[in-house]
């Protein structure tokens, strides 16, 4: 499985998100860019980077990981459940060995045109195979 769908499958599992961005398959985390007319809050995540790892089965790709939301406190709190539930977490997640999910940083945007406030946070995905 690969890991954005690993992440995925967990980060929908966990009730605090689902709470916010909807369960199963009605919940609103997206790869790349959110649908034609969203409903927020929401989430899209992408690759920024994907290095290995030359000798061993090492890889540690960077994910980003955007909260939208219509205010400004309902874009922080989703970006801070995130954070929470991704930053230091180890484990088998889908049969995915993760080592660990480092935090590296996040920034605070507003989409005027929309009406929209996002923020995009950066993650480090230690793990093996794939």
Do not use: C, W
Not at 66 to 80: D, I
Not at 102 to 111: G, K, P, R, T
């Amino acid at each position: 499985m690969p890991i954005e769908a690993a992440i995925t499958t967990y980060l929908k599992s966990v009730s605090e998100i689902t709470g916010i961005i909807g369960e199963g398959d009605s919940a609103r985390i997206y790869p790349l860019a959110l649908s034609q007319k969203p409903t927020y809050p929401a989430v899209t995540y992408q690759v920024i980077s994907s290095p290995r790892h030359h000798d061993l089965d090492i890889a540690y790709p960077r994910i980003q990981y955007t909260a939208f939301a219509r205010t400004y406190s309902q874009a922080k709190e989703l970006a801070g459940i995130l954070r929470l539930h991704l930053q230091r977490l180890k484990g088998i997640l889908s049969g995915v060995a993760i080592k660990q999910i480092e935090y590296i940083n996040a920034v605070e945007f507003y989409q005027d045109d929309v009406g929209i406030y996002y923020i995009p946070q950066d993650f480090k995905i230690i793990y093996e195979g794939e």
